[in-house]
Nanobody, 120 residues
Framework: QVQLVESGGGLVQAGGSLRLSCAAS????????MAWYRQAPGQQRDLVAR???????NYADSVKGRFTISRDNAKNTVDLQMNSLKPEDTATYYC??????????????WGQGTQVTVSA
């Protein structure tokens, strides 16, 4: 079955950097669009970044220029490099597989999440 295991979260000061990684198994990783989402307490889960099987990327406006999503199809991993972190980036970050349809994209499978806390 599909397994997504996130790692790399932690506590960092504002302006610092973190790199999240997601190890995937149970499906043909190279054929699947992948994404990172985040959810702060009391808020909905929102898309942070998405990367297609071919490497095309999309970012939420709030992270453009600061975050970079990448994938390694040989290792079945998708990473999120987060620079210039802000307190408002504090959230649980989730790795997800993405279902691509004519009308758009939707998350399908989720990892367990990793906590990122940015102190002021």
């Amino acid at each position: 079955q599909v397994q997504l295991v996130e790692s790399g979260g932690g506590l960092v000061q504002a302006g610092g950097s973190l790199r999240l990684s997601c190890a995937a198994s149970g499906f043909i990783f190279s054929c699947i669009t992948m994404a990172w989402y985040r959810q702060a307490p009391g808020q909905q889960r929102d898309l942070v970044a998405r990367i297609s099987s071919g490497g095309s990327t999309n970012y939420a406006d709030s992270v453009k220029g600061r975050f970079t999503i990448s994938r390694d199809n040989a290792k079945n991993t998708v990473d999120l490099q987060m620079n210039s972190l802000k307190p408002e980036d504090t959230a649980t970050y989730y790795c997800a597989t993405v279902r691509v349809r004519v009308g758009g994209f939707s998350p399908r499978d989720w990892g367990q999440g990793t906590q990122v806390t940015v102190s002021a």
